[in-house]
């Protein structure tokens, strides 16, 4: 039994040889067009082929535990909201309504208050 070997294969050279080859390509795309394009921004393509790094938030949210815990009631309760609106909307659609206005009205308070809360009150804590 013969065992296939793998080639083993440099990410960083593909990915260079990939970023040389985007640039000759858009240096050849607007080779005719003078004063259009500046060289500068053909060739100022560093690592435009290869992924893109994400920075990680490394600060802890101060009670981070306990303001997932309102989000998650804010979303029962948008939910317990519709469901009800949903449930007079089968008897009366006028009072359906009348519940989905109320619901909006005091939804933009909730959403105000939770804006307030981060930015003024939890964002100090840290």
Not at 74 to 79: A, S
């Amino acid at each position: 039994m013969s065992k296939k070997s793998r080639k083993v294969v440099d990410k960083s050279a593909i990915n260079e040889v990939l970023n040389n080859k985007g640039k000759e390509m858009l240096g050849e795309a607007f080779e005719g067009i003078n004063g259009v394009v500046p060289l500068g921004a053909i060739h100022n393509m560093e690592g435009s082929f290869s992924q893109q790094k994400q920075t990680v938030n490394e600060t802890i949210p101060a009670l981070g535990k306990e303001w997932s815990k309102l989000d998650k009631a804010c979303d029962i309760l948008y939910k317990a909201v519709y469901d009800l609106a949903k449930g007079v909307g089968r008897i009366d659609k006028k009072q359906q309504k009348e519940v989905e206005g109320l619901w909006k009205y005091t939804e933009s308070n909730i959403k105000k208050f939770k804006e307030l809360v981060s930015d003024e009150i939890l964002s100090k804590l840290q």
